[in-house]
Structures are given as C-alpha cells and as structure tokens.
C-alpha cells in the first residue's frame, strides 16, 4: 500500500505560481510512475502531467505545457508541480497518484484508471 497526501494549493491571482507536493509512505515512490490530476466541479478528472521511474520525458496535457513542471524527488519520496503562469480556468482540486504498470507510450498515462493509488487532493483557486 501506498499512502499520498497533497500538498502546497491555495488561493493565488492570475499570473501567480504555487508548488505542490505529493508526499508518499508506505512504499518508495522510485517504484512508480507518478501523475498530476485535477478536477473541476461538475467536471471529469482530468490529466495533468505524468513522470516515469527515472523522471526521463515528462508529459504534460496541451493546457498545461509550458507553465507546469513535474519533478521528482525519489530520495524524499516527494513529487512536486511547480504551476506558473496560472490561470482561473486552472482552479480546481489536484490529485497526485501512483501507477505500477509500466506502458511503453505516453496516453496510457493520461487515464486516471491506469494508477493504483491516490491522494486526497489540494485545493487550487486562481482568480482574475
């Protein structure tokens, strides 16, 4: 079992920047591929961005590309999301999760489904 707790979200202004971290216990992180999640109200959960075992080719969703940094820290079994650039439509409550399988191609990496563990989520609130 794999326990992960979010943190970092908030309240920020368009334009502003915050960083959130998932912090995992349990097992190491270094055996998971690890993905960033959000969901709007009344909304699907939706795919953010994703890192591999040995944090090689990030992957992020169009929306994000640019503004959003994935990394990693295996010694400190903490992932991170640095958010900049943030916009309103970006408010909603992040998810971090933990996958096992390994998948030779990015879009499975994309389906909530595919990960094993979950956290319990940070509120993001950007507004204008």
């Known amino acids: 079992q794999v326990q992960l707790v979010e943190s970092g979200g908030g309240l920020v202004q368009a334009g502003g920047s915050l960083r959130l971290s998932c912090a995992a216990s349990?097992?190491?992180?270094?055996?998971?591929?690890m993905g960033w999640f959000r969901q709007a109200p009344g909304k699907e959960r939706d795919f953010v961005a994703a890192i591999s075992l040995g944090a090689y080719s990030p992957y992020y969703a169009d929306s994000v590309k640019g503004r959003f940094t994935i990394a990693r820290d295996n010694a400190k079994n903490t992932v991170y999301l640095q958010m900049n650039g943030l916009k309103p439509e970006d408010t909603a409550v992040y998810y971090c999760a933990a996958c096992s399988a390994y998948y030779s191609g990015s879009y499975p990496l994309t389906l909530p489904a595919r990960y094993d563990y979950w956290g319990q989520g940070t509120q993001v609130t950007v507004s204008s």
């Open positions: 349990g097992r190491a992180l270094s055996a998971f591929t």
